[in-house]
């Protein structure tokens, strides 16, 4: 027997279970939508292999968490939450944490209205142990004028003069005699380089925070490992594994058809060498090309 026909003999057979397999079991030739969909992970601005929870616009939102929709716009990479648009700084899967910064204060760390600022913690995400709560004091008694830590916006047509303060930064006690405060959510590591000169507030501010996000990362885990993909089910309102054959609540059931398949190659692969012997080679031609297939 010649290489050659070996190779055509495999491939036939190959070919011919592929066949049986499709009608037996289309759903396991034919990939289950969200399968395929959900297998590609993204590029989003300097962010390679992002994937769930996170999707973004032109990819099927099943393949993430609602709550965690990245825009990716060139280099800008940002997220709403509780809908507030913020710069996504970094992200780290190990810790579920992403480093994220208000979109507003990339031009300016001016506040454009009287508001107090804060992060609202959602089911989602919530502020770090590697944060604390800046204070800007605004409109505060003229005497405070020597203090550190000064700077002016204007506000309302009038030039307003604020006072940054932190609970890890010392210095004069000035709260009492202010008016008006703003707390906005930043870094320790960014207060103690504030302190020692290596940033100004405004840096201090564009660095950012952190948030945790809260999602068990157990149930995309076990499901990885059974061979599906993680996706969410808007529907349900839940997790889903989406396995080649359909989607599954936890993970991809390993079952009878992979039995199946191994029987059929075994069948097709005995009635091929009992054929062959007969030389009827046109016996099988027309099974493959019947209208059965
Ligand atoms: C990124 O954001 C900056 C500032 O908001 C903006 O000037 C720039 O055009 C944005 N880039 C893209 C690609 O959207
Ligand atoms: C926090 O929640 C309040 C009230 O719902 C809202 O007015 C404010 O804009 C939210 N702030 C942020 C930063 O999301
Ligand atoms: C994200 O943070 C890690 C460590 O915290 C750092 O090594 C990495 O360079 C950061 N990536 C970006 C894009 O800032
Ligand atoms: C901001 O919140 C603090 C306490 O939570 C309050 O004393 C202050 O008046 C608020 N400022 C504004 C501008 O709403
Ligand atoms: C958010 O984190 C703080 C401390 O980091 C914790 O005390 C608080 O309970 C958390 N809130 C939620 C809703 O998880
Ligand atoms: C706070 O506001 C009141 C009323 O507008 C004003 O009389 C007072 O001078 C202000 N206090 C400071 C410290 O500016
Ligand atoms: C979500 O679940 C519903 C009900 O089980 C189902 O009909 C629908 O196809 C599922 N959607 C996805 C994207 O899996």
């Known amino acids: 027997m010649s290489s ?3 190779i055509f003999q495999i491939s036939l057979l190959f070919f011919i279970t592929n066949l049986l397999l499709s009608v037996l079991f289309p759903e396991y030739v034919y990939a289950y939508d969200g399968y395929d969909e ?5 590029r989003c601005g300097s962010f390679t292999n992002i994937g769930y929870p996170f999707w973004t616009n032109g ?3 099943y393949c993430g968490h609602p709550a965690f929709k990245l825009d990716c716009e060139g280099d800008n990479v940002t997220i709403d939450i509780t809908s507030q648009k913020y710069h996504v700084l970094n992200v780290s899967y190990e810790y579920q944490i992403l480093k994220i910064a208000r979109t507003d204060y990339r031009s300016s760390i001016c506040p454009k209205s009287f508001v107090n600022i804060t992060f609202n913690v959602t089911d989602f995400f919530n502020i770090t142990v590697n944060d604390e ?8 008694d003229p005497t405070e004028d020597q203090a550190h830590n000064k700077f002016s916006c204007p506000i309302n047509d009038r030039v307003v003069d604020f006072y940054f303060t932190a609970p890890t930064l010392t210095g004069p006690e ?3 005699r202010c008016n008006f405060s703003l707390l ?16 100004t507030i405004e840096q201090v501010i564009k660095e950012g925070f952190e948030v945790k996000w809260n999602l068990d990362a157990e149930e ?5 490992d059974s061979g599906g ?7 349900l309102n839940d997790f889903t594994c989406f396995c080649p054959d359909q989607p599954y609540s936890t993970k991809c059931r390993k079952g009878p058809p992979y039995f199946a398949s191994l029987c059929l190659m075994t069948g097709v692969y005995m009635f091929y060498q009992k054929s062959t012997k007969s030389k009827d080679m046109e016996t099988m031609m027309a099974i493959a090309s019947s209208p059965f297939f």
Do not use: H, W
């Open 4 to 6: 050659t026909s070996t």
């Open 38 to 42: 959900c297998s590609k992970s993204f």
């Open 59 to 61: 990819q099927s939102e």
């Open 133 to 140: 709560y800046a204070t800007l004091l605004y409109d505060c």
């Open 174 to 176: 000035i709260s009492a």
């Open 184 to 199: 906005v959510p930043v870094l320790d590591i960014a207060i103690e380089r504030l302190i020692d000169f290596s940033m």
């Open 220 to 224: 995309c885990f076990e499901c990885t």
């Open 229 to 235: 993909k993680c996706g969410y089910n808007r529907t």
